[in-house]
């Protein structure tokens, strides 16, 4: 069994990250996961949310993404991602621009399944808005 995960981010239009990695947390549909080497094969809906890559026990770093999809492998671990931000690239002022929208869109939501992504893109760009740094 390898040490490490290999970890890559992929937006539409370039590859975001690759690393190896101790641990990759990643926020899934129904829940935060873990995915470590030996992982077993699975795939999963992402909801909004921050993916934390761990080296040893620290934080190495965060990046946050407005959903995408995530295939884990024994060794690699790749999210499909169509927006992401690394969390020390946020823009405070656009990001309240983006919250502004996001709390439009959680207001005009009528179904409950349209309400629940709403919601959770709210409060991804509210946790974003925490971890920005002071403008």
Known sequence: MADKVTFELVLPERLLVAVDADMVVAPGAEGDFAVLPGHQPMISVLRAGAVEVYDGDKLARRIFVAGGFAEV??????????H??????????????EIETAKAALAAAGADEAKALAAGEFLAYLEQMSEAPAA
Do not use: G, H, M
């Open 73 to 82: 492998s024994a060794d690699r671990f790749t999210v499909l991602a169509e």
């Open 84 to 97: 992401a931000t690394p969390a020390d690239q946020i823009n405070r002022a656009a990001l309240k621009d």
